[in-house]
């Protein structure tokens, strides 16, 4: 299974109202994945943060104000590379609106805008050429179960840094 390290998520604003949003991090891969040259579909969404945030038990708060488009990726090393390379680095961008991202609309008691909270959510789902093996016996005359289906393969997901500010 390929998981995700070292997510990241900057922004830049501009002086005309909008954000560029960058997301980068590394994808490791089994070498299974790596040799079967597997295809996953990245989904990438800004969240607004409302803590405590717990992926397991969301708040119920937190809000998407933005989503990548969708891609199919792979590690473009693979599987031609020798020695092989397991990791390959991903680099998004992302023009938005300053004020989509204002997540929590409202004033303080300053009357300051209050403060926003944003962080990206990335998931890979491995989607083509999945590794699997057969059942313990090959089809045919043999005893014994034929090949079994392919595994349901486990996504991968990380959340990058959060990103605070006044849209």
Same mark, same amino acid.
């Given at each position: &299974?390929?998981?995700?390290?070292?997510p990241?998520?900057?922004?830049?604003?501009?002086?005309?109202?909008?954000?560029?949003?960058?997301?980068?991090?590394?994808?490791?891969?089994?070498?299974?994945?790596?040799?079967?040259?597997?295809?996953?579909?990245?989904?990438? !969404?800004?969240?607004?943060?409302?803590?405590p945030?717990?992926?397991?038990?969301?708040? #119920?708060?937190?809000?998407?104000?933005?989503?990548?488009?969708?891609?199919?990726?792979?590690?473009?090393h693979?599987?031609?590379?020798?020695?092989?390379?397991?990791?390959?680095?991903?680099?998004?961008?992302?023009?938005? !609106?300053?004020?989509?991202?204002?997540? $929590?609309? @409202?004033?303080?008691?300053? @009357?300051?805008?209050?403060? $926003?909270?944003?962080?990206?959510?990335?998931?890979?789902?491995?989607?083509?050429?999945?590794?699997?093996?057969? @059942?313990?016996?090959p089809?045919g005359?043999?005893? #014994?179960?034929?090949?079994?289906?392919?595994?349901? &393969?486990?996504?991968?997901?990380?959340?990058?840094?959060?990103?605070?500010? !006044?849209?």
């Amino acid at each position: &299974m390929a998981f995700i390290q070292n997510p990241l998520l900057t922004l830049e604003e501009s002086s005309d109202g909008w954000a560029k949003l960058i997301v980068k991090y590394t994808v490791f891969q089994h070498p299974l994945e790596y040799w079967s040259n597997t295809i996953y579909n990245e989904d990438i !969404r800004l969240i607004g943060d409302d803590p405590p945030f717990n992926p397991a038990a969301p708040s #119920g708060t937190d809000i998407t104000v933005a989503i990548f488009p969708s891609y199919s990726i792979r590690n473009p090393h693979a599987p031609n590379v020798v020695p092989p390379i397991f990791t390959f680095e991903r680099h998004r961008v992302l023009y938005v !609106r300053l004020d989509s991202l204002n997540e $929590d609309p @409202g004033f303080s008691a300053s @009357g300051l805008p209050l403060r $926003d909270e944003i962080f990206a959510l990335i998931t890979l789902s491995p989607v083509a050429n999945i590794p699997w093996f057969p @059942g313990p016996f090959p089809p045919g005359p043999f005893p #014994g179960p034929g090949p079994f289906p392919p595994p349901t &393969m486990p996504v991968a997901t990380a959340q990058t840094n959060t990103v605070t500010g !006044r849209w």
